[in-house]
């Protein structure tokens, strides 16, 4: 099953919807942030993620957003590195995100 790698990023307004959105995405992703999580989904789970998540927010008041990271995306990080040492994101044989300091 091809995947393609997505950010997730949410502010939502209410407490409880907060956590509801946060534990949804956990579940298929990786908390880079406090509200932005790394998500390597295939259509069919990004079809049903965002069907999901629209049962969870209250669309005039939440805002969830996904955005598709470049195969060959480059991000600069300033201050803390986002994964552990031990945790390398790839994409068959090629690195995903490359980190630069």
Known sequence: MK???YLAAYDIA????L??????LSQVGIRMQYS???LPLSVVERVALLQELAGLIKADEDDVRLYPVPKRG??????RE???DDIVL???EH???RWEA
């Open 3 to 5: 995947r393609r790698a």
């Open 14 to 17: 209410d407490s409880k919807r």
């Open 19 to 24: 956590r509801r959105v946060a534990k949804c």
């Open 36 to 38: 932005l999580f790394y």
């Open 74 to 79: 480059k991000i600069t990080v300033l201050g």
């Open 82 to 84: 986002p994964f552990p």
């Open 90 to 92: 790839l994409d068959g």
């Open 95 to 97: 690195n995903v995100l």
